[in-house]
């Protein structure tokens, strides 16, 4: 069915404004701008007449990608440990965290001591996933001594733990998600890790302590699944994350602190099963699945390598339009989120990004070495400090967008070769979160390439 084109006849400033004026100008105006023009990017232009037009009928591509090859984790934000089970879309998710231990004090004289009883509290606040539903966990001794300069990945499963159970605590609910409220979970550790806890701290300094311990690994005890708990590491003054020991000492009782601080070397790890979901079959790197077989929903998922794709296959034929060259004054990429997967207990990606892609699907990178993110309007497209995010922190929210007006210029003078981006969480190394996102095949709220363009002589 044709459509209405708006078409707005600017002739004298099409030929004798800059472009920073054009700008100017459909920004005054875009509000009555929002129908669809008669035009189809995938095929030749209908309309001959010089102004400001819009369209939002390019042709968009989606597949939802497995790319997990490449998601860093060392050094996290934070610790996080849990699993959850989200059946209708991504399935199960294991999250386990690996950290070495440092003294708050060292150089201390444990000989004579007797363990009492020992604890590790994880101090937190974020949590993700099903708050009502209790689960256990369970605590390991690192047995492979972690370095900061591994680029240890989300997928890293060469890391190696004592079997035998260190610690541990069942029936766990985690508070709900209330940023800036904290809660602790206390996991109770036995007599005998404890006691060779303080053997290998006994009179040792920091560097000699890591040296011969190699530090804690927390996971969901028998693959249990509630919610992801998302732990800071610990603070000044040893009374948040940390791990104490209590023991007397010729009858008289005292304790030792062992703290779980940022920048000592660690990373999470990320397990999943994604058996009867819509994407069961992405399984390896580079599997893909085509959003008509996933009823035209695409998925993004952090932490696990789930990403959507988003081609733009006739984009250039925008480049010239009867001849005429044409300047964007603004393009949008409007990516809904399916409303029905937007629930409390499974809140969308809080921030994404666009990567670019190679023409074998891996991640293209800028000539500096960094990843190549579609740049802010406004900056070159070669840059990598100024990427184009889009965020949705509550429920509520509906859609993310993204101003990609240089990236689409930048496409159509021929100054940047595309083979595509990828929508990607970006922040994998301590979250899960995931998003289900409506296809550019939709029944109703597509994702979408909004353009408003001038043809100028």
Same mark, same amino acid.
Request: net charge positive; with cysteine.
């Given at each position: 069915? *044709?459509r209405n084109?708006? +078409?707005?006849?600017i002739?004298?400033?099409?030929?004798?404004?800059s #472009?920073?004026?054009?700008?100017?100008? +459909?920004?005054?105006?875009?509000?009555?701008?929002k129908?669809?023009?008669d035009?189809n990017i995938?095929?030749?232009?209908?309309?001959?007449?010089?102004?400001?037009?819009?369209?939002?009928?390019?042709?968009?591509?989606?597949?939802?990608?497995?790319i997990?090859?490449?998601?860093?984790?060392?050094?996290?934000?934070y610790?996080?440990f849990?699993?959850?089970?989200?059946?209708s879309f991504t399935? *199960?998710t294991?999250v386990?965290?690996y950290?070495?231990?440092s003294?708050?004090?060292?150089n201390v004289?444990?000989?004579?001591?007797?363990?009492?009883s020992?604890n590790?509290y994880?101090?937190?606040?974020?949590?993700?996933?099903d708050?009502l539903?209790?689960?256990?966990?369970e605590?390991h001794?690192?047995? =492979?001594?972690?370095?900061n300069?591994?680029?240890y990945q989300?997928?890293?499963?060469?890391v190696?733990?004592? #079997? @035998?159970?260190?610690?541990e605590?069942?029936?766990?609910?985690?508070r709900?998600?209330? !940023?800036?409220n904290h809660s602790?979970?206390?996991i109770?550790? =036995?007599n005998a890790f404890?006691s060779?806890l303080?053997?290998?701290?006994?009179?040792r300094g920091n560097?000699?302590?890591?040296?011969?311990f190699?530090?804690?690994?927390?996971k969901p005890?028998?693959?249990?699944?509630?919610?992801? +708990?998302?732990?800071?590491?610990?603070?000044?003054?040893a009374?948040?994350?940390r791990l104490?020991?209590?023991? *007397?000492?010729s009858g008289?009782?005292?304790?030792t602190? !062992?703290?779980?601080?940022?920048g000592n070397?660690a990373?999470n790890r990320?397990i999943?099963?994604?058996?009867?979901t819509?994407?069961?079959s992405?399984?390896?790197?580079g599997?893909?699945?085509n959003?008509s077989?996933?009823?035209n929903?695409?998925?993004?998922?952090a932490?696990?390598g789930?990403?959507?794709?988003v081609?733009?296959?006739?984009? *250039?034929?925008l480049?010239?339009v009867?001849?005429?060259?044409?300047?964007?004054?603004?393009?949008?990429?409007?990516?809904p989120?399916?409303?029905?997967?937007?629930?409390?207990?499974?809140?969308?990606?809080? @921030?994404?990004?666009?990567l670019?892609?190679?023409?074998?699907?891996?991640y293209k990178?800028r000539a500096?070495g960094?990843?190549?993110?579609v740049?802010?309007n406004?900056f #070159?497209?070669?840059?990598?400090?100024n990427?184009?995010?889009?965020g949705s922190?509550l429920v509520?929210d509906?859609?993310?967008?993204?101003?990609i007006?240089?990236?689409v210029?930048?496409?159509?003078t021929g100054?940047?070769v595309t083979?595509g981006?990828?929508?990607?969480?970006?922040?994998?190394?301590?979250?899960?979160n995931?998003?289900?996102?409506?296809?550019?095949?939709?029944?109703?709220?597509r994702?979408?390439l909004?353009?408003?363009?001038?043809?100028v002589?």
């Amino acid at each position: 069915m *044709k459509r209405n084109i708006i +078409i707005f006849t600017i002739n004298w400033w099409a030929k004798r404004s800059s #472009p920073a004026f054009l700008l100017t100008f +459909i920004s005054l105006i875009s509000i009555s701008c929002k129908k669809e023009g008669d035009f189809n990017i995938s095929g030749k232009p209908q309309d001959s007449g010089i102004g400001i037009q819009f369209t939002d009928t390019c042709t968009l591509l989606n597949n939802t990608f497995l790319i997990n090859d490449s998601l860093v984790s060392t050094g996290p934000p934070y610790l996080s440990f849990g699993g959850y089970n989200d059946a209708s879309f991504t399935g *199960k998710t294991l999250v386990e965290t690996y950290c070495t231990l440092s003294l708050y004090t060292g150089n201390v004289d444990y000989s004579g001591t007797v363990v009492d009883s020992a604890n590790l509290y994880m101090y937190y606040a974020r949590t993700y996933g099903d708050t009502l539903s209790a689960q256990d966990f369970e605590v390991h001794q690192i047995t =492979t001594q972690l370095d900061n300069s591994i680029p240890y990945q989300t997928t890293s499963n060469f890391v190696t733990y004592n #079997p @035998a159970v260190a610690g541990e605590v069942s029936g766990v609910v985690a508070r709900p998600y209330n !940023f800036g409220n904290h809660s602790t979970i206390r996991i109770p550790l =036995t007599n005998a890790f404890a006691s060779t806890l303080l053997l290998q701290a006994d009179d040792r300094g920091n560097t000699d302590f890591q040296s011969n311990f190699y530090g804690v690994m927390i996971k969901p005890k028998s693959a249990s699944t509630g919610s992801v +708990i998302v732990s800071d590491y610990s603070a000044s003054g040893a009374t948040r994350t940390r791990l104490t020991v209590y023991f *007397k000492r010729s009858g008289k009782a005292d304790s030792t602190v !062992f703290m779980l601080s940022g920048g000592n070397p660690a990373f999470n790890r990320m397990i999943t099963d994604r058996s009867g979901t819509p994407i069961a079959s992405l399984i390896r790197n580079g599997d893909s699945i085509n959003e008509s077989i996933t009823n035209n929903k695409c998925f993004i998922q952090a932490g696990t390598g789930v990403v959507t794709k988003v081609r733009i296959p006739y984009l *250039k034929n925008l480049a010239t339009v009867d001849g005429e060259s044409v300047i964007i004054n603004k393009a949008t990429l409007i990516v809904p989120i399916d409303e029905s997967s937007n629930i409390p207990t499974f809140r969308q990606v809080s @921030a994404i990004g666009l990567l670019e892609l190679n023409k074998d699907n891996t991640y293209k990178y800028r000539a500096n070495g960094s990843l190549a993110f579609v740049q802010n309007n406004g900056f #070159p497209q070669t840059g990598t400090t100024n990427a184009v995010t889009s965020g949705s922190t509550l429920v509520t929210d509906v859609s993310y967008s993204f101003d990609i007006t240089s990236y689409v210029q930048s496409v159509l003078t021929g100054n940047v070769v595309t083979d595509g981006f990828i929508i990607v969480p970006l922040s994998n190394k301590s979250f899960s979160n995931r998003a289900v996102l409506n296809s550019s095949n939709a029944s109703a709220k597509r994702m979408r390439l909004e353009i408003y363009y001038t043809k100028v002589k």
